[in-house]
């Protein structure tokens, strides 16, 4: 493994590299790598589906994948849902360029620190982003009295709302997002982010999916790259009322879904069961890696219902340096916060992985703890 690597990589855009420009620029030693940084579930898809789409992979490829109706309408069917009341997209961040320019006309109001598009692409275009700060000693958790009021503070005709929030994870009991959507019946729209509602733990049917398909103003997002470890495929949807949802359709291209998500999607039905165990697995995992964080020292974790933590780094030393140092020397990759609203670059979003991902990652930092690199600091090329 080469132990230098050009640090502009990480300053190209306001996210962190893919896991293939990592592994163009580390070459050999990319094999090896742990990636802590982009929120998969390492339990699904299984090893025996990940066999079939190999098995069909060449007539997946080959041919043209069915219409996103088609797709959409299966999709409905294993979650019982109305096809009526969805739209399908190649990601959720398609969607969010699209309500961006479909329904929000002047302001939106986010909390900050959150999934950065939500500032990102209505500043991109123009519209006044009306950010309601997150206070870190309350661990950022959201107070959606206070949030309310400054809606009604700032005349923001959108407001929206993540749950559990990224990168924080944390999360809002369903009463109380319902009481928000009440409170909020007379904006534009109202947007519930539940990219990661399907890791939460402390309370069955958390969505509010079923309260968007009868307003006339909500929409919950939803990712299923996230929930099924594919970020790969690029896939999402959105549930909303009717009409919201068929005026979304209409605007998206009629063949914005490939053919893996299709094939995936296909299988779902027969490999429920799995989807739940891997859930499961998930949740005992963030328990246990919550714990071993907790006895690093100098470094503070915050609660979350979502498949990441975020942590906090205590002292001078930096999320950047500690980067770099865990995936020069440790072959882990971390996400650093300093380019998130609302954080700093003391702070990581560690995704939740198996223990012994985690005993790699807790070695490293312990080691980097310990050590502060001294003579054996490893070079990045400026």
């Known amino acids: 493994m080469r132990h230098s690597m050009d640090s502009d990589v990480f300053r190209q855009t306001a996210h962190s590299p893919s896991y293939f420009e990592l592994s163009r620029r580390l070459g050999e030693g990319a094999r090896g790598l742990v990636d802590f940084c982009i929120p998969c579930n390492p339990y699904f898809p299984t090893p025996e589906m990940f066999a079939d789409l190999a098995r069909d992979l060449e007539s997946v490829l080959k041919f043209y994948p069915s219409d996103a109706g088609a797709i959409a309408a299966q999709l409905a069917s294993v979650l019982g849902m109305n096809p009526a009341t969805m739209a399908m997209s190649n990601g959720s961040t398609e969607l969010i360029t699209w309500m961006d320019r479909l329904w929000v006309a002047e302001s939106i109001a986010v909390p900050v620190p959150t999934f950065g598009r939500w500032t990102d692409q209505a500043m991109e275009s123009g519209k006044r982003v ?20 400054f809606i009604r503070s700032r005349g923001s005709r959108v407001a929206v709302l993540c749950n559990p929030n990224n990168p924080d994870g944390g999360y809002l009991p369903r009463r109380e997002v319902v009481r928000f959507l009440d409170e909020l019946s007379d904006l534009d729209l109202v947007v519930v982010d539940e990219s990661f509602i399907d890791f939460v733990e402390v309370e069955r049917n958390p969505s509010v999916a079923a309260e968007a398909a009868i307003r006339p103003n909500v929409v919950v997002l939803k990712s299923l790259g996230k929930n099924f470890g594919l970020h790969g495929v690029r896939f999402g949807y959105l549930v909303a009322n009717p009409g919201l949802a068929r005026r979304m359709a209409a605007a998206l291209p009629k063949w914005n879904l490939n053919s893996v998500a299709e094939a995936v999607i296909f299988m779902f039905r027969e490999h429920a069961d799995d989807y739940q165990e891997s859930l499961v697995k998930l949740s005992l995992d963030r328990y246990r890696m ?33 980067r770099d140092y865990l995936l020069v020397k440790h ?52």
């Not at 006895?295 to 500690?322: H, M, T, W, Y």
């Not at 650093?336 to 490293?364: A, H, M, N, W």
Request: aromatic share 8%.
């Open 130 to 149: 009306d950010m309601f700060p997150l206070p870190e000693n309350e661990g950022f958790q959201l107070d959606l009295g206070a949030y309310v009021k």
């Open 290 to 322: 919550g714990s071993e964080l907790s006895r690093v020292p100098d470094l503070e974790v915050f609660s979350s219902q979502a498949n990441f933590l975020l942590v906090k780094l205590i002292g001078e030393v930096g999320g950047p340096e500690l």
């Open 331 to 382: 072959q882990v990759f971390v996400r650093e916060c300093s380019d998130k609203l609302g954080l700093s670059g003391q702070f990581l979003r560690l995704v939740v992985r198996p223990s012994d991902d985690v005993e790699r990652l807790v070695e490293g930092m312990r080691a980097f703890s310990e050590s502060r690199w001294g003579i054996d600091r490893p070079t990045l090329v400026s």
